[in-house]
């Protein structure tokens, strides 16, 4: 049984500053042209197909189909004529999809759209960049910024994306593709870069009562450089999620955790060449998964004939707390081939040891149908 926390006074709502911020910005516009508004404004749009098939273990033999739709739009205020730095962001979700893990029974889940359907407005935020420091505000995935990595972007397993002690131990947070309510800040100097944001504890449902859900605050360090012929980034962070007590059962407890990741990108032979390790830590015992680690290479640019193909093989191990084999592994390979021009397709290969460290084995294959357009 949890310690039951007294009540805390509220506090005051982020959301508040949030809208204070993008209400105050555009009074202060100066008005543009229809030359200079339509400069000023990009947009990109997102659509994604998958089959999902646990060919055996897990839980059953069985598959599942995926389908995602992203719509976004972006407003730079020195295009329009108005002040440096600015840009308003605006995205829509759309997704419609089965559960695989009804099937594989894993824990880390094999892709990041798991039983999910929803339509929504994912991202609407104003960025401003004054010198070396960028702030944010509004309607924000923190998983963007934070505990993210690059190398990683192509393995369809949750956890290369955002670590699962992370992800598993509080549900609530502010991850693709749910967003909250926050503010957050950056600056870089020498190669050095800093992170903090503070973000509302329920990204699931962030307009319903976001002043009484909770919070997380977030914090990170980066670090890159040149080393040995190639590019090299060190990223050490830690979290603390805030959660009142009706709410834990769905949101994540009081809880915190630390990470840190490395990436290495190198060229030889004209290959494009890229390693990443991630290691995540959330050792109180009110979580059920306490340790992550995970490791991958990648590869682009290997077949002159197809240079916008890139392959990659990785790791995922989750360790999970009174269980009878205590970690469930992941081990994933994929092969991203260009058809045309923003039109991709991706096979993947999962085989998954001891889903949820409980069930037996599984192999999962993935086919993904991607385009993507701006």
């Known amino acids: 049984m949890h310690t039951q926390h007294k009540l805390r006074r509220t506090r005051r709502p982020i959301w508040l500053a949030c809208l204070g911020m993008l209400v105050s910005t555009g009074l202060m516009a100066p008005t543009a042209d229809a030359t200079s508004f339509s400069n000023a404004l990009s947009w990109n749009l997102h659509l994604s197909l998958e ?22 739009f972006a407003f730079d205020t020195r295009r329009a004529g108005w002040w440096s730095g600015g840009r308003f962001v605006t995205e829509f979700l759309a997704i419609q999809n089965g559960n695989p893990e009804n099937y594989v029974g894993d824990t880390q889940c094999v892709n990041a759209f798991t039983g999910l359907n929803r339509g929504a407005l994912y991202k609407l935020y104003y960025r401003q960049n004054m010198g070396n420091a960028t702030l944010r505000a509004g309607l924000i995935s923190a998983n963007d910024y934070f505990d993210s990595t690059g190398v990683a972007s192509n393995f369809l397993n949750v ?11 509080v549900p609530g947070a502010s991850s693709y593709p749910f967003s909250s309510l926050g503010v957050m800040g950056s600056y870089s100097t020498d190669g050095w870069t800093g992170m903090a944001g503070v ?6 449902h962030p307009f319903e009562g976001p002043a009484h859900r909770g919070n997380m605050v977030w914090l990170e360090a980066d670090r890159g450089g040149s080393l040995g012929g190639g590019k090299y980034i060190v990223k050490v962070g830690g979290w603390r999620n ?39 830590v959330a050792p109180n015992p009110v979580n059920i998964l306490p340790w ?40 994933e390979g994929y092969y991203s081939a260009r058809i045309i021009p923003r039109l991709y397709l991706q096979s993947d290969l999962q085989y998954v040891v001891h889903p949820s460290a409980t069930y037996p084995n599984a192999l999962v294959g993935i086919l993904r149908l991607h385009m993507r357009f701006s």
């Open 292 to 331: 992550y680690t995970g490791a991958g290479l990648r590869l682009r640019h290997f077949w002159v004939a197809r240079s916008g193909d890139s392959v990659g093989i990785g790791m995922a191990r989750a360790w999970l707390r009174d269980a009878p084999y205590h970690a469930e592994t992941d081990f």
């Open 51 to 72: 089959g999902i098939d646990n060919f055996s273990g897990g839980i059953a033999p069985g598959a599942v189909g995926n389908a995602t739709g992203k719509a976004g």
């Open 199 to 204: 973000f509302e504890g329920d990204a699931i």
């Open 159 to 169: 956890s290369y994306g955002f670590g699962a002690a992370m992800g598993i131990n």
């Open 242 to 280: 805030s959660q009142l007590p009706q709410y834990q059962a769905t949101l994540g407890n009081d809880t915190s955790g630390l990470y840190t990741t490395g990436e290495y990108r190198w060229k030889q032979d004209g290959m494009d060449w890229g390693s990443f390790l991630e290691f995540e």
